[in-house]
């Protein structure tokens, strides 16, 4: 009898230990997160120098666009070479806006993004459809066309040409006037809020239907489309969402530097980009933003030695190679990690 009410007590402790630790786990998680976030809004400002801040901030930016050329490869296994001409151009844009329209910055920064959409749209409804390799030409084609089209001289008055634009305005924008956004330690708070909510907005669309439905895609179009499935329409929509992600960053360039060069619509941002998603990892949110960061301060601790574009090839054999999964990838396969839940999830088949 004893053994019996032993045995039957057991059998319920187990359930309930088991339910109990997977109903403590999301709010450790969320505690856990919380926490990261304020000291990482917190804490550079008061131990960084500007110096350092302006670097970080630099890395964010690349982050978040290396973040939207990571997103489409990951869950529709499409790669956009020309995403610094969304980058770029947003912030051309909104310098043309301010200086030819005579828009007031927050009209400037609006126009600038709803042109930067209708493009996406446009230019995505025509070149989703086709394979991979002719996707990533055409994103490519489209960006270098944009890059040279800012060089002509007819266009000068409005591009700046080979010289870019300056962009000073009066006024605030989101509360902040030209001065603040110039100040490193106080953009950081806005760049690290701007890269948590890119970040956090992507995974919440990878957890979606609409990524598991891109993933699906991704691994047999034919069979989708003959499952009843619209396969054309999550693609667009997923390319058009990762190039809204590029010109907040674009447009949070230009209100930081407060200049826009034809250098920033080019090819080098493109590559830049792709390395920084390869080296923080192509899956997941905090990888690229890593990476981001990781190849800003690389980039200035080898450029002035003429090493950037030797590594910067290096780097890309090597992450490819060594580290498919990039450094958060890799660390995220650590047992120890698993074991405290940091863990990428298993596929099932």
């Known amino acids: 009898m004893s053994n019996r009410t032993t045995t039957a007590a057991s059998e319920r402790v187990a359930p309930l230990g088991a339910i109990g630790g997977s109903s403590l786990r999301v709010p450790l998680t969320l505690v856990a997160v919380a926490i990261v976030f304020v000291v990482g809004a917190v804490a550079p400002t008061r131990f960084a120098g500007d110096f350092v801040l302006r670097l970080a901030n630099e890395g964010l930016l690349l982050g978040m666009l290396a973040l939207s050329v990571a997103f489409l490869m990951n869950q529709a296994g499409l790669v956009a070479l020309g995403a610094a001409s969304i ?29 930067i959409v209708v493009y996406a749209t446009v ?3 025509l070149i989703v459809r086709t394979n991979p390799l002719a996707f990533m030409m055409l994103t490519l084609a489209a960006g270098e066309m944009i890059s040279h089209a800012v060089m002509l001289e007819a ?14 305005f009066k006024g605030t924008v989101f509360g902040m006037e030209a001065a603040d956004f110039a100040s490193p330690a106080r953009f950081w708070l806005v760049m690290w809020v701007a890269a948590w909510l890119s970040g956090l907005a992507l995974w919440a669309v990878g957890r979606s239907r609409l990524g598991a439905i891109l993933r699906a895609v991704r691994e047999n179009e034919e069979r989708m489309r003959f499952s ?46 792709l390395v920084a998603a390869l080296m923080g990892g192509i899956a997941g949110s905090v990888g690229p933003l890593l990476g981001g960061v990781i190849f800003s301060f690389a980039q200035d601790e080898f450029g002035a030695r003429g090493l950037t574009q030797l590594l910067t090839g290096i780097a890309i054999v090597v992450f490819i ?13 650590m047992a120890w990690l698993r074991k405290l839940g940091f863990g990428g999830r298993r596929e099932t088949s």
């Open 87 to 115: 980058y770029g151009g947003s912030g051309l844009l909104f310098a043309i806006a301010m200086n030819d329209w005579n828009l007031t910055p927050v009209w400037a920064l609006c126009a600038a993004f709803l042109i």
């Open 321 to 333: 190679v060594v580290f498919p999964r990039g450094v958060v990838g890799g660390l995220s396969s």
């Open 123 to 125: 230019l995505g409804a």
């Open 155 to 168: 266009l000068r008055d409005y591009t700046g040409g080979a010289d870019g634009l300056v962009v000073s």
């Open 228 to 273: 009843g499935f619209d396969t054309y329409l999550p693609r667009l929509i997923a390319y058009v969402l990762v190039n809204i992600v590029a010109a907040v960053a674009g447009l949070l360039h230009v209100l930081n530097a407060g200049f826009v060069s034809p250098e920033s619509l080019g090819i080098t941002i493109s590559t830049n980009s």
